[in-house]
Each structure stands twice: as structure tokens, then as C-alpha cells.
């Protein structure tokens, strides 16, 4: 088979670590398969770096940056290659450039537009590793770009579809997908396997384990992920395409997100374009608005309320109060006190009742919601932030999650 | 002018030291001048790296080496770059793939075969100030590879030769090429000036302040090279060709060396090919050996003493023990407690008497010559390592150094 294997950061900590990397991988290269090595910086290193440049000035240039940033990489794959050198096993360490890896000219967020694998074929054909440091690429000019937070989980997913690999394994600090996270809900069970799907509602509302990108990636291409732990032998978590036996799980998993924040605008004249001029100077500042939910009144007037990422609060807040003077809006209010508990299962397509039991338990447990979305196969509420932990225990004991993996349709209400 | 600018691992040791170098280098910027600046690695950051790599293995694959410390470039450049910026100049960092300098494949010490200045040409019209990486190039199968220790001095002249600078200038932490080593005679002065000739055989005599390879490089494309001291305005030592001023200069500079060993070798059968017998399997190990010196016997036998670098004494004395048993010589004996004292000056080549006077300083204060050996503009003496100091001071006040620059004719002996 051939396999890409990727380890972050905290596989590839310290010499003792990489060593144990090297031991993994010679392992799957005794058993005859050929193996493509992605590796994230050293734990820390990236951090490191950015600090330093943030140290210079605020907003560095970007092109810059990624040059200074794309070194953690490169030292890791290069002293992943020579430990696996001080094994006896051939191997080869690939920068960005080198393989090459084409990305967008969009410096610290670039994304990734060909990968040539004749490089890397050529290397495994005369039976190397080949280590292909993550995170980074190439413009057609020759430059470094980096890929953002988890690029390093998109090398290796886009190599593993260019390359056509069999098997695309992401090593973490993780076992692998859980019901809910296992630091609230001591009895969250690791998932045998997951649709992309899932995984993507997942990762869109809180889940940390895989960045969407790399899903969404895996997805299109059909690329078999494993997630799972470079700490221990245990199996990890497979994502592959939707099979009966997913459909027949109603939620797969319970996850949460505290990294939102609400602003309210009231009393704002209902007529069409309202909503266009609230959202377009927040688009303009680059900022994401998840969930928006408007109440019209009868009195003509309506009520808009909408979730942005916790960081960008603060901006947002005074770009809608000065929108909202503009608008003649009765008042704004903000609250980035919040969370976003969501339920995640293949199966909500095609049972019903899903949606209520989420209601009712949170009712149970005097857990107010504030906002509601929903997708095919996720339903998401809005609540206060310190119920966060209470809701996520309360749902994954609701849905039977601890118990057994697969719950059983009857006791679906 | 057009000016390439070289700053080593001190000068930008951290980030305040950083900012000093982007403050000089803006100076140079609004005179007018086009400027491309070479960097070394954060002092010990290289090192650092070694270590690194050598935990894993003794001798670590080349290739993966070479990737690995090219960080260190590549992390100075991208900051002195974002540096530049946060003053408000445009500045671009450039690695060796980027310019590219194209070298041999030789990892770790490559050689430079071609630079394509296109590119930096191209940022130079468009006014940025151009940081170049140094210590780095990369092979025309794109692998990277290094210079070798001062491998950014050699970056800095091969860019200037290539690039027809003005001027190269050397930043270190010294203020220029002095008479003598300051920290042993205290009244060394710093030379205003001094042939590449006259350079060269003080850098491969002992003084550390720039590397040989370099200075060769900027004698056979003639570019005028300047070394001064980034933590201070004085002015440094200009190193061009050499001129009338200089010939009248019997005695410029006194080096030393403790960086070399001495093996004899006693009652060696004296006839054709004895010698290649005693140094091929020498050369063999790339072991390079500086001093020799043959004496001959009327009863048909020899002695024959040389000098090799320190570090690899013990592994050439092994090799000389087998070769003389082969060899039927009487005995073997070496001594790695010895120094190579130098005088080095233009006007050797005119002036009479100067080796006589070295000679006679030494015999005054009781020290022993054990070889000797001289070029066109250089006489070195090995002696006993513990008189160095004594010896290197001595020599000093011989030849009139500390007083004022230019030794008078007259008391030349």
C-alpha cells in the first residue's frame, strides 16, 4: 500500500519523539508498504517564530513571515530524515519547493493548486521515505507560503489524493474522534468510524481534532483519514464515504464551541437591503458570521442577531453600533459570554425527533437557547457559556453516546 | 554605488541587534545607495542545529544536514527583512533557490559554480533593499546545500563579483584587520588598508577575521572589500589590490596559528617516491598538510617533518606509524603542542633582511624555531606553543608594528 502519514507538532516534540516517529514508520516500511512522511514544526516552534516577527511589528508582511515561519517544518523533516538515516533506512527530506507543492500567492493562508509527484515517485521507486515538511508551498515565482493553522493536515491529505495513496493517516496527541470531548465527558467514546460529513459538521463547530479543510479535501478526493494517536498503538478513528451502517446512527457525536460571540441589533426598519448593509461592513472587515437569525415584528420593524468569532467581537460591536445609528435601530447589544453545543450524526436525515430531544434536555437541565441552526446532519444551540460542560454531558448521556457506540432507533423519541 | 553588505552571526545575534543592522543599512538607503545585504545565522543558532543533528548520528547524511542548518539563514534574513518594513522600507528576503546561486553538489561545502542576478536586479529597480541569505546555494536538481564555515563572507564577494558591486563591506565584531591579534599585544593597530595578497596569507597564517576562500574570490574579480565592525561607526580595513603605498610596507601584520600539529618521522630510506609513500594515505583522508620539510643524511636516510591540523593529528599520526614500519624508518614522533608564528608584508618582495630580523627577535628572547617556512610575502615560524604570546609581541615591536602603520625603511636590518 502506499500511505501518507502526517504528526503534528507534539509527535515530533523533541528528538525522543521523533525517534519514536522513525520506529513507527520503519515498521509499516518492514510490512512492504511505501510510506510519504508529513511533518508539522517541533511543538511550539511556529509560536515561537510568529513572536518573534510580532516582536518587530504588529502586522509583519506577510510574504516575509511565511519565509521566516516555514523553517519549522523544514527542520523537522529534516531531522525526521536523518533519524530514519540513523536507522539504516534510506530517506529524503521534500520542502514545499522542492516537491513542488503550487499554492495561491495568499501569503500565511495559501491554497494549495498542483502538487508534481513525479519527484516523490521517483524517490519511492528507489525504495526512500520520502518526508515532505507540511504546512508549506511554492508560488509559480519561486516563493514560500505557508498554508494557515493545520496546513499541515492539507499537505498531507492533497498528497495522499495527487499521489493516489491507498491510506491517508493524521498522527495527533488524540486516539481519535470521540463522542464528546473527553476532558467534560469522562465517559465519550473514540469513534471506529465517521463519514466526511460528520467530521465536517464536526470540525465547523468545535470539534479540534482535523482542520475542515483537510476534510473537505478528503472528501472530494475520496481519501480513506485515519485519525489517531502517535503515543500509543491504539486504532484510531477511519473517515471514509457515508455507509448504511452511519445512516443508521442518529448522532455520532456531541461538540461544543466557546469561541463565538452574539451581537443583537433591535428594532431595525424591516424592508429589503436591511440586512445587506448590516453584513457587508463586517464582510468588509474579513469577519465571519456563522448563524443569523432575524424576527420580524408587525409593527414593521425587525430584530437580527448573529453569532462572530470571539476575536473579532470587539470590531464587529462597533462597526453595528455605528450601522445601527445609520439604520435608526433601537439598540445593540452584544454578549460574547456564549457557547455553541452541537449534535452531529449521519442519521438525522432520515429520523425524526432528533431536533426535539436536544430541546428537551437542555429544558430539563434550565439551559436556555438562545439560537438554533441547523444542517442535514447537525442541529446547534446557542447558550449561556457556563452551562457549556453541563449541556455537553447532558446531550451525550440524552443520546446514549457513553453506553454504546451505535444507539439503538427505539430509543430515538 | 551599488553595495552588498555582509553581516555575521553577532551582528545580528537578537532582535535589538537586528534593528541596529536595519538602521545602518537605511542610512546607506537615503544616500542614494542600492544595497543587498547578506546575513549569517543568529549567533550560535547553527550550532545549535549541528548539535541537533549530531545527537541523532555522528555523521548525519549531508543533504539532510545542509537542509537542516540552512535555517538558520533563512530565519535572519526573513527577520532583518520584516525589520526593514517596520522602519517603512520595502525590503525582500531572497534564499539561495530564490536568487539562485547555483553550487556544486558537495554538501556542506559546496562551491558557488553561478549566481542569476536577474532577480535581484529586478527588486533593486523596484527599490527594495535585497536580503540575501547566506551560507546557503542549491544544486540544479534543486537540493540546498552550504558553503561551509564563512560561507556568508564567500556569498557576499561571489554576489558583488556577480552583481559588479562598488564595494562589498564584511560586518563582524571586530573593527578591521589589525597588526596583531589586540587581545595579545595590546598595541595593535588596525590597518587603513592591505593587499588581497597580503590578506590572504594572514587568513591562512591565522587571523580569523575572514575567511580564505572569500578573499581569493574577491582578488580574481577584483572587488574592493571592506571590514568593519557592525557595533560601531570606525571605519575598517579596505582589502583591494595592491599599490605602490603598500610595497613600501616591509612588515603589515603578525599572525599565529595554535591550530596545528607537528609529525616527524626519522631515518626514512632516501630515495624517489618516499615521500608520496608517506603522504598519499594522508591525502587519502582529505587530512591537508601545510609545512614540510625534508632533511637528508650522508648515509642514505631522512627525516621528514610536517604539519597538519590539529584536529586531525592523532588519526595522521596512526596512519604515519604503519607507514614507517612499511617504510623500515628508524622512529616516529609528533607534538601537538606547537603555534605558527607569522609576519606578513607586501614589501618582502623588495626589502632584504626581514627574515634575518624575525629570526634574531626570536633567538633573543630563547625561542626555538622548529620549521620554517616562507612565501613571496610571508614567513612563518613553528614554535613552542607556549611561547605564542611572547613570540607574536615580540615580532610586534621588531618590526616597529604599534608605533605608526608604515615601518620606515631605514631601520630595517
Do not use: W
Not at 523537522?76 to 533519524?83: E, G, T, W, Y
Not at 455507509?243 to 464551541?257: N, Q
Amino acid at each position: 500500500m502506499l500511505i501518507v502519514q502526517k504528526y503534528g507538532g507534539t509527535s515530533v516534540a523533541n528528538l525522543e519523539r521523533i525517534r519514536a516517529v522513525a520506529e513507527r514508520i520503519i515498521n509499516y516500511k518492514k510490512q512492504g508498504h511505501d510510506l510519504v512522511v508529513v511533518v508539522s514544526a517541533m511543538a511550539g516552534e511556529t509560536d515561537r517564530l510568529i513572536n518573534l516577527a510580532k516582536q518587530i511589528m504588529e502586522n509583519p508582511p506577510l510574504r516575509e513571515l511565511d519565509l521566516l515561519i516555514s523553517t519549522g517544518e523544514q527542520v523537522s523533516s529534516a531531522l525526521l530524515s536523518i533519524m530514519l538515516h540513523s536507522f539504516g533506512y534510506p530517506a529524503v527530506a521534500l520542502l514545499g519547493y522542492q516537491v513542488p507543492i503550487y499554492t495561491t500567492e495568499l501569503y500565511t493562508k495559501a491554497k494549495i493548486k498542483e502538487i508534481k509527484t513525479e519527484k516523490i515517485k521517483d524517490y519511492l521507486s528507489k525504495g526512500y521515505i520520502v518526508i515532505v515538511a507540511g504546512f508549506q508551498g511554492v508560488t509559480e515565482t519561486g516563493d514560500i507560503t505557508t498554508l494557515g493553522r493545520g496546513g499541515s493536515d492539507t499537505t498531507a491529505v492533497a498528497l495522499a489524493a495527487a499521489l493516489g495513496a491507498d491510506l491517508c493517516e493524521i498522527y495527533t496527541d488524540v486516539e481519535g474522534v470521540f463522542t464528546a470531548d473527553p476532558r467534560i465527558v469522562s465517559n465519550a467514546k473514540k469513534l471506529k468510524k465517521i463519514s466526511y460529513e460528520e467530521m465536517l459538521e464536526m470540525a465547523s463547530s468545535g470539534a479540534k481534532v482535523l482542520e475542515m479543510r483537510s476534510v473537505e479535501l478528503a472528501m472530494i478526493y475520496k481519501v480513506p483519514l485515519v485519525v489517531r494517536s502517535s503515543f500509543t498503538d491504539a486504532e484510531g478513528t477511519l473517515i471514509i464515504e457515508e455507509d448504511e451502517e452511519m445512516e443508521k446512527v442518529v448522532v455520532s457525536g456531541i461538540t461544543y464551541s466557546r469561541n463565538e460571540a452574539r451581537i443583537s441589533i433591535y428594532g431595525v426598519p424591516d424592508r429589503p437591503g436591511v440586512a445587506a448593509k448590516i453584513f457587508r461592513p463586517i464582510a468588509e472587515k474579513g469577519i465571519i458570521v456563522d448563524m443569523i437569525i432575524q424576527t420580524s415584528h408587525p409593527d414593521g420593524k425587525a430584530d437580527i442577531t448573529f453569532t462572530v468569532p470571539r476575536t473579532d467581537y470587539k470590531q464587529a460591536l462597533e462597526i453595528i453600533e455605528k450601522v445601527a445609528k445609520e439604520l435608526n435601530a433601537e439598540r445593540v447589544e452584544g454578549d460574547d459570554k456564549i457557547a455553541k453545543v452541537s449534535i452531529v450524526g449521519a442519521g438525522m436525515r432520515t429520523h425524526y425527533g432528533v431536533a426535539t430531544k436536544m430541546f428537551e434536555t437542555l429544558a430539563k437541565h434550565g439551559i436556555n437557547i438562545m439560537m438554533i441552526s441547523t444542517s442535514e446532519i447537525k442541529i446547534s444551540c446557542v447558550i449561556d457559556e457556563k452551562y457549556t460542560e453541563l449541556a455537553v454531558r447532558a446531550l451525550h448521556e440524552a443520546f446514549n453516546l457513553g453506553e454504546e457506540l451505535f444507539v439503538k432507533e427505539e430509543k430515538i423519541g
